[in-house]
Each structure stands twice: as structure tokens, then as C-alpha cells.
Nanobody, 124 residues
Framework: QVQLVESGGGLVQAGGSLRLSCHAS????????MGWFRQAPGKEREFVSG????????SYADSVKGRFTISRDNAKNTVYLQMNSLKPEDTAVYYC?????????????????WGQGTQVTVSS
């Protein structure tokens, strides 16, 4: 079992920045990859970014490449999503997810545990 708690969401103007955090507890954090997903109103959930167990491999959706950066601190059981140059279309609830394996970090990999989500709103 893995419990995930996101934080760091909020309201920001277009062009601004936010850093999301996701703290994990339960299973050994360094044994699984992590992902960030988002869901906007009326839209399906979509993959944003993922990172392998040791941080050596990352993946990004095309829509966020060059603006978002994923990282993790295994000593703190925490994964981060640094979001820069935010756009109104980034508005969504952001979820972190724990992968099934230590190399679960891509959009089509399997993710078994999910946090409750944190709202990000970008005003124009």
C-alpha cells in the first residue's frame, strides 16, 4: 500500500510558477516510479510527467516540455513538479501516482496508487 498526499496548488497568473509536492508513505519510496497527471473540467485525465525510481529517467507530455520539471527526493519520500510559464490551459486538478514498478514513468505504464489531487488555476 502507498499513500500519496499532494500539496502546492493554488491560483496564479499566466506566466507565473508553482511547485507541486507529493509525499508518499507506505511501500519503500525508491522501489517505484512516480507520475503526475491532471484533469481539467469536462476532460479526461492526462499524463503530465513521470520519473523513474532513481530519477535517472523522465518523461513529459508535449504540452509541458520545456516548462515543467519533475524531480524526486528519495530521502524525503517526495516527488516534485516545478511548473513555470504557466498558461490558462494548465488549469486542472493535478494528481500524483505511484507506478507499479521502479521504471514506471511513461504515459502508458501502470500506476497503482493515486493521491487526492491539488487544484491549479491559472488566470489570464
Amino acid at each position: 500500500q502507498v499513500q500519496l498526499v499532494e500539496s502546492g496548488g493554488g491560483l496564479v497568473q499566466a506566466g507565473g510558477s508553482l511547485r507541486l509536492s507529493c509525499h508518499a508513505s507506505g511501500r519503500r519510496f525508491s522501489s517505484y516510479g512516480m507520475g503526475w497527471f491532471r484533469q481539467a473540467p469536462g476532460k479526461e485525465r492526462e499524463f503530465v510527467s513521470g520519473i523513474s525510481w532513481g530519477g535517472g529517467r523522465t518523461s513529459y507530455a508535449d504540452s509541458v516540455k520545456g516548462r515543467f520539471t519533475i524531480s524526486r527526493d528519495n530521502a524525503k519520500n517526495t516527488v516534485y513538479l516545478q511548473m513555470n510559464s504557466l498558461k490558462p490551459e494548465d488549469t486542472a486538478v493535478y494528481y500524483c501516482a505511484a507506478g507499479r514498478s521502479n521504471y514506471s514513468y511513461r504515459p502508458d505504464d501502470e500506476y497503482d496508487y493515486w493521491g487526492q489531487g491539488t487544484q491549479v488555476t491559472v488566470s489570464s
